[in-house]
């Protein structure tokens, strides 16, 4: 089973800014698609580059979950979208994966 957490910067999560503001349906569908992510099934996941990916949801507008690997096991959410704003929400997503990165590098 692969873990799942959240990018956090600033005690603020962009993921979960994202998630707060879907209508009740639509959370469950991208809780069901992390829930299969963390399962294992990569069916719908599409790299963005830099070792971080997207998950496409096919419901609704076409919601989005941008994430990255960290390592085999753990899976870093860095934030959500729709079809409609994919270009800015990716282009988000990798700075917060390229930060998440620096950070730990300069842990250790």
């Known amino acids: 089973m692969v873990r799942i957490e959240e990018y956090v910067l600033e005690g603020r ?21 992390i829930e299969r992510l963390a399962d294992g099934n990569v069916s ?3 790299s963005i580059g ?3 990916a997207e998950l496409k949801i ?4 076409g ?10 096991a753990l899976v870093i959410l ?3 979208g729709t079809k409609r704003r994919q270009r800015n929400d990716i282009d988000a997503a990798l700075r917060c994966w390229r930060d998440y990165k620096a950070r730990k590098r300069s842990q250790r």
């Open 63 to 72: 919601y989005r979950v941008y994430f990255g690997w960290d390592g085999q």
């Open 50 to 52: 830099e070792g971080a």
């Open 78 to 80: 860095l934030g959500g």
């Open 58 to 61: 096919n419901r609704g507008p």
């Open 44 to 46: 719908n996941v599409k």
């Open 13 to 33: 999560s962009p993921f979960r800014r994202w998630f707060d503001g879907l209508d009740a349906q639509a959370a469950s569908g991208v809780t069901v698609a």
